[in-house]
């Protein structure tokens, strides 16, 4: 196949001619590699353990096994008001998801991916200094830290008031969600209702000033 006219190629070019300009959108189908479940794997399993816990039998299709019973498909949202209160408790249901554990390790499981590694060198090598991601993971920032990378990680406003510069930053790296070890985290949906200001001023910003590239999400919750 011809080179000439291909998108892929073409965004090659750009990243390597512009340095800085584009700015990454990454979803959780970059840490799926790593057999860190979507959230709908992860809707699916709480599905599992609640009507395991209810004396149900083991069914090939949680999901649909929901659809059956409650006439709705399961919500992520709904079933963590089911199990925990408080973000502290949602916080940690989510960790069991996203923590390796030293199997995990050995096994190559919930570690950087590839596409983790090839976007911490176009980092490193300066192509790339912002990331805006939806996960809770820490795989980017591992990744990035394995090539000499420190990154600028913002996960809550308040850790934006006190963070380094945009502009300051060799990466820049924004979860809109938060991380799994801190109970600021978003997500259910009165969380992820709206972002705070600080967040949409910030966006407006990195979208205006950048090109943007998404990898790894659908823009279709919870299945993405």
């Known amino acids: 196949m011809s080179a000439f006219g291909d998108p892929a190629t073409q965004m090659a070019f750009s990243i390597h001619e512009n340095k800085g300009v584009f700015a990454l959108l990454l979803g959780s189908g970059l840490s799926r590699a790593a057999e860190i479940p979507t959230g709908w794997e992860i809707t699916t399993d709480l599905v599992r353990r609640i009507a395991t816990a209810q004396g149900v039998?083991?069914?090939?299709?949680?999901?649909?096994?929901?659809?059956?019973?409650?006439?709705?498909?399961?919500?992520?949202?709904?079933?963590?008001?089911?199990?925990?209160?408080?973000?502290?408790?949602?916080?940690?249901?989510?960790?069991?998801?996203?923590?390796?554990?030293?199997?995990?390790?050995e096994e190559g499981r919930k570690v950087p991916t590839a596409g983790h590694k090839a976007i911490a060198k176009l980092v490193r090598d300066g192509h790339i200094r912002v990331i805006v991601t939806t996960n809770f993971d820490r795989l980017m920032e591992n990744a990035l830290r394995e090539v000499g990378v420190e990154p600028t990680v913002i996960?809550?406003?308040?850790?934006?008031?006190?963070?380094?510069?945009?502009?300051?930053?060799?990466?820049?790296?924004?979860?809109v969600h938060g991380d799994y070890?801190?109970?600021?985290?978003?997500?259910?949906?009165?969380?992820?209702?709206?972002?705070?200001?600080?967040?949409?001023?910030?966006?407006d910003r990195i979208f205006d000033e950048h090109g943007l590239i998404v990898c790894g999400w659908s823009g279709n919750p919870p299945r993405n």
């Open 155 to 175: 996960t809550s406003p308040d850790v934006l008031e006190g963070a380094e510069p945009l502009t300051h930053s060799t990466c820049y790296i924004l979860k």
């Open 57 to 105: 039998e083991t069914q090939g299709d949680w999901g649909k096994w929901f659809i059956d019973n409650e006439g709705k498909e399961p919500n992520y949202s709904d079933l963590l008001a089911q199990l925990a209160t408080t973000p502290a408790e949602r916080r940690a249901i989510l960790h069991s998801y996203i923590e390796p554990d030293d199997e995990d390790r």
């Open 181 to 203: 070890k801190d109970a600021r985290i978003l997500n259910t949906d009165d969380e992820l209702d709206a972002y705070p200001k600080a967040y949409n001023t910030l966006l």
